[in-house]
Nanobody, 115 residues
C-alpha cells in the first residue's frame, strides 16, 4: 500500500489549506484513516481520525477548525484546515489502517503558517 499526500504549502495566519492523501496498491477493507503532524521540535501528534463507520476524532487544538473526510471510492482522505495558526506549522502525515492489519504512512507534506 502506498500513500501519496499533497496540498501542503505556505499560508498566512487565518488562511486555509486542504490536504489530500490517495492510497494505492493492494487495499482491503480500510478501517481507519487519519492525519498526524510533526511540529518542529516536538513529537508527532494526532490531528484527526476517521473510522469506516464515520466516527471522527480531533485533537483539541484543531476542533472547530479542521475537518477530516474521505472519498471511499477513491481511497482518498482529506483534511480541510481553516483559520490556520502559526502553531499549526508542521509536517503532516496521512495514515490508513485496514482490517487485515496494514498500517501505512504517507511521505509527509509541509504546512507552514506565517504570522
Amino acid at each position: 500500500v502506498q500513500l501519496q499526500a499533497s496540498g501542503g504549502g505556505l499560508v498566512q495566519a487565518g488562511g486555509s489549506l486542504r490536504l489530500s492523501c490517495a492510497a494505492s496498491g493492494r487495499i482491503f477493507r480500510i478501517s481507519r484513516m487519519g492525519w498526524y503532524r510533526h511540529p518542529p521540535g516536538k513529537q508527532r501528534e494526532l490531528v484527526a481520525t476517521l473510522t469506516s463507520r464515520g466516527t471522527t476524532n480531533y485533537a483539541d487544538s484543531v476542533k472547530g477548525r479542521f475537518t477530516i473526510s474521505a472519498d471511499n471510492a477513491r481511497n482518498t482522505v482529506y483534511l480541510q484546515m481553516n483559520s490556520l495558526k502559526p502553531e499549526d506549522t508542521a509536517v503532516y502525515y496521512c495514515n490508513i489502517g485496514t482490517i487485515t492489519g496494514t498500517d501505512a504512512w504517507g511521505q509527509g507534506t509541509q504546512v507552514t503558517v506565517s504570522s
